[in-house]
């Protein structure tokens, strides 16, 4: 895939979703970083459910540790793997109480020291929370990056090298939301719906789905 057509399918999908954003609920770099933490093999519209009960009694480092793991998981509990996401988000408050002043931290390292928190949910805090031109590579931008030949790769990181080295400037703030919605609502898994894709033409997937 050349250049001149990844400019034209990012400026499809930017005049498609002219702002896009997250579909987590939050209001804070703290709550993107608990509803992050709680996302993962969760949906959005689960984890909001939750957060919709959690954040209204606690929402920061220290009214989270208040509650305990065990009252945590009583707002948490209809999340897949809550037991370990619950351990992991107490273990977090306590590390940004003790050592951020209970802020969350504006850099990478600092973040992925955090239980809980990888590549992927560090570039997602980055990129959503503090505006950086990160790109987290989930299961539907992996997908949508290969299927279309965006930015091939075997792997999470390759794809996301490629993403940072191939997507225009211009675009990469909001890269990672355009690829993650299109991926969720049209490229999805098991049935593309290439018929009401936006950039069905300058896709290079060989085996294209219409109804």
């Not at 709550?31 to 009960?53: C, F, H, P, R």
């Not at 503090?130 to 999470?156: E, L, Q």
């Not at 996301?160 to 080295?165: A, D, I, P, V």
């Not at 939301?177 to 719906?193: E, N, Q, S």
Request: hydrophobic residues 40%; glycine residues 4%; contains cysteine.
């Amino acid at each position: 895939m050349n250049a001149q057509k990844r400019q034209e399918i990012f400026r499809r999908l930017q005049q498609h979703i002219p702002e896009p954003t997250t579909e987590l609920h939050y209001h804070t770099p703290f709550e993107l970083l608990v509803a992050v933490t709680l996302s993962a093999q969760a949906t959005d519209k689960g984890v909001n459910k939750a957060t919709a009960k959690l954040f209204p009694v606690a929402n920061t480092p220290k009214t989270i540790l208040a509650l305990g793991e065990d009252g945590l998981k009583k707002y948490i509990k209809t999340i897949g793997l809550f037991n370990s996401k619950a351990r992991h988000i107490i273990k977090a408050c306590q590390i940004l109480v003790e050592q951020h002043n209970s802020v969350v931290p504006e850099d990478r390292a600092a973040l992925e020291a955090l239980p809980g928190v990888g590549r992927k949910t560090a570039n997602v805090i980055l990129n959503t929370a503090f505006g950086h031109p990160t790109i987290a590579v989930d299961t539907h931008i992996f997908r949508v990056s290969n299927r279309t030949r965006i930015a091939p790769g075997k792997t999470v990181l390759e794809v996301e090298k490629k993403l940072l080295k191939f997507v225009p400037d211009e675009f990469k703030l909001d890269a990672h939301h355009w690829l993650i919605l299109h991926g969720r609502y049209t490229c999805i898994a098991r049935k593309p719906r290439c018929g009401s894709c936006v950039i069905e033409d300058l896709c290079e997937y060989k085996k294209k789905a219409y109804e």
